[in-house]
């Protein structure tokens, strides 16, 4: 084992005296006396290794109990910074909705609740009572988020009891929503029934999320006061046993949290499940991607591994960046439970824990090379991986519009603004999805699909549907239709500027940038941020909209359409009254010099950005041309001036405007 001091878990004093506000988690867990494995029996420094504030309040909390608890109960509008960081493991987040708060009264506390949804599969009964919960204790809406589940806004602190164990007791779950474990699980929100693979990487998606599901049962402690609380649903027996298996050194054994200890990861941890040549999950943006390999007959035998993506990064920050996923290797089917846990235990013991911006898993790899980390991962593994297998191009889907299930019955993927369910369209859902008790799946891209759809009820739900003037998809323009905003203000407490209220107008403004420079209907993904953390996924955008302060943006550009290459930084500060004069010579340039069926993505980065600022800088908008002053030339010589415009992708109004600057800088 490599025994470098990268984590709090190695060498950190766990065993020294327990603190008073531990309360009993030594009786609870024999784990504490215990060092990480990979730690060596001697540290190789006397001093402790240095440590973020939140590992003290998680190695405190007697798993994630306290001082949540306490804080829930008094009769504060909000709870105190070490039960707000807690908080995050149990689904929730304390926000200040800023646009509501009174003059001389300071913050407007309120809550917002995350769901566990693996797959983004939703059964018909959850979906109605999110929906019910929105109307009676949020703030009307529902939020699809980008990692396929629900987010419910405006929840006071007094309500989060009965939300949080009406959501538990209705077949639903906010376990590990947030916090310092692993998330979310995504899958392709596909439902074929007669393709294996689909139906593998929903399996998986959901075993994945259980396997590393937090186990100490301090959720329902908390939620409902220790209430053994009867699930209709059962683990897969394997992944039960797989995670208690420790051969290799990736459990505490005799602890409650198995995988996690007292100390949780160093940060979030993100997987997607995918089958080849699907990209509807941006799966190269996760902690972890995993690929479903099947044989020719539909039968599975494994999975390729993927490791290091992740998008979050802090503005003029050097040390943090986005970062795509590399190939790890490949597994048998018996082998993929083992796998995950040897990925989750590197990252664990290894991971950085003393600068929270530096510890995400991409940080390791990058840091330390993809050959490294698989040979610590193999350790814990107790294996070597094999090489990756070869896959097809990545495609992105988006499954919207109708299509048949493969089993007599259709679905419907409809186009939700920003993910945001709200007016008569939250009421039209709700009538066709509680009338036909439709299973839904929540998109990565965050949309809605409405599953098993008996053919003879489809005119109802398109005439249901259209009442509420929800827009079928080939009536969404292409700009709209692949565009993404996170929630930003006023509630996210990391926003700085608008996104999802902001980019309806942007996208109108861009549609008609489009128009006049010829590019009618031409799709372009375009995902904007109200701050650099990267919840919409923009450094994988055509073009990303980052906000860095009050109507200000960094504008990314370079990523493909299919989302499997990185934009970069184009422009690092751009008004958002300037977004026509930074576009408009871009798309125009896009317009005269792309290649057949070439994305302008692809585009920006085949070019570079010396040539697309040097074009900017003198293009001559389409709108001033007609107001030039006349200049007469011989007609040889404007044809000869047409003739290097065409092909430099320039008006000989532009070319013309250059090439005398150029003559006159230069006399």
């Known amino acids: 084992m490599e025994t470098t001091m990268g984590s709090v878990l190695r060498g950190t004093g766990i065993a020294g005296p327990r603190p008073a506000s531990t309360r009993g988690v030594a009786d609870r867990c024999p784990c504490v006396k215990i060092q990480a494995v990979a730690t060596p029996s001697k540290p190789p420094s006397a001093r402790p290794a240095r440590r973020s504030a939140v590992e003290t309040i998680k190695q405190e909390s007697d798993f994630l109990r306290h001082p949540l608890m306490e804080e829930l109960v008094n009769d504060n509008p909000n709870i105190n910074e070490p039960a707000m960081q807690l908080m995050k493991f149990h689904g929730s987040y304390q926000q200040d909705h800023r646009e509501k708060r009174a003059f001389g009264q300071g913050k407007f506390y309120q809550f917002m609740m995350r769901t566990r949804q693996p797959a983004g599969k939703v059964h018909w009964q959850l979906y109605v009572v999110m929906d019910d919960l929105s109307d009676q204790f949020g703030s009307g809406t529902l939020r699809l988020t980008t990692r396929q589940t629900f987010q419910l806004h405006g929840v006071l602190k007094e309500n989060l009891k009965t939300v949080f164990s009406t959501v538990i007791k209705n077949m639903g779950s906010t376990l590990g929503a947030c916090g310092d474990v692993n998330r979310n699980v995504c899958a392709p929100p596909a439902p074929f029934t007669d393709r294996p693979e689909y139906t593998y990487a929903v399996e998986y998606a959901k075993n994945f999320a259980d396997l590393l599901a ?13 209430e053994k609380f009867v699930s209709v649903y059962n683990e897969d ?9 420790n051969e290799f050194g990736t459990n505490f054994d005799g602890c409650p949290e198995p995988i996690y200890g007292t100390q949780f990861l160093p940060r979030k941890f993100k997987i997607a499940v995918t089958v080849p040549g699907d990209n509807s999950v941006d799966v190269f943006t996760n902690d972890v991607g995993v690929v479903v390999i099947c044989d020719d007959n539909g039968e599975l035998q494994g999975f ?11 503005h003029r920050t050097k040390s943090t960046f986005p970062r795509l996923a590399d190939p790890l290797g490949y597994v048998d089917k018996d082998d993929i439970y083992h796998a995950i846990k040897a990925i989750v235990a590197t990252q664990r013991d290894y991971g950085r824990r003393d600068d929270r911006r530096q510890s995400r898993l991409k940080y390791l790899v990058d840091s330390w090379g993809i050959d490294r980390f698989r040979r610590v991962a193999e350790q814990y593994l107790g294996k070597k991986m094999e090489p990756f297998k070869p896959l097809p191009e990545w495609k992105y889907e988006d499954y919207l519009g109708w299509g048949e299930q493969g089993d007599g019955k259709l679905y419907y993927g409809i186009y939700v603004r920003n993910g945001r369910v709200l007016g008569d369209m939250k009421k039209a859902f709700r009538m066709v999805i509680e009338r036909y008790e439709l299973p839904t799946l929540i998109t990565a891209t965050q949309n809605l699909i409405l599953c098993d759809i008996d053919p003879a009820w489809k005119a109802d ?13 080939v009536e969404i323009d292409d700009i709209e239709r692949y565009s993404m905003a996170c929630p930003a203000l006023p509630l996210c407490g990391l926003a700085i500027g608008e996104a999802e209220r902001g980019l309806p107008d942007v996208n109108k403004r861009i549609n008609v940038l489009l128009r006049k ?19 919409a996924r923009p450094y994988i955008a055509e073009i990303g909209l980052v906000c860095d302060g009050p109507n200000s943006y960094q504008v990314w550009l370079g990523a493909d359409a299919n989302q499997t290459r990185l934009s970069e930084c184009f422009k690092d500060r751009m008004r958002l009254h300037d977004l026509e004069a930074t576009l408009e010579p871009l798309f125009f340039y896009y317009a005269q010099s792309s290649k057949p069926s070439e994305g302008f993505g692809d585009f920006c980065s085949r070019l570079g950005f010396d040539a697309l600022r040097e074009y900017s800088a003198s293009y001559i908008p389409v709108d001033d041309v007609d107001a030039l002053p006349q200049l007469g030339v011989d007609q040889d010589v404007f044809d000869k001036l047409k003739e290097v415009a065409d092909a430099q992708g320039k008006t000989v109004e532009h070319l013309a405007s250059e090439t005398l600057e150029n003559f006159v800088d230069s006399s």
Do not use: H
């Not at 027996?237 to 995670?243: A, F, G, S």
């Not at 390729?304 to 802090?314: E, I, K, S, Y």
């Not at 739900?461 to 998809?473: H, K, M, P, S």
């Open 461 to 473: 739900i398109e005439g249901t549907l259209r009442v509420a003037n929800v827009e079928d998809v």
């Open 517 to 535: 420079v010829g590019l009618a209907e031409t799709p372009i993904v375009v995902r904007m941020t109200g701050c650099p953390n990267g919840c």
């Open 304 to 314: 390729n591994l993927l490791v290091g993506g992740g998008m979050g990064r802090t």
């Open 214 to 226: 937090p186990q100490s049962g301090a959720y329902y402690d908390v939620w409902l006061d220790g």
């Open 237 to 245: 027996p394997k992944v039960t046993e797989d995670r208690m298996f």
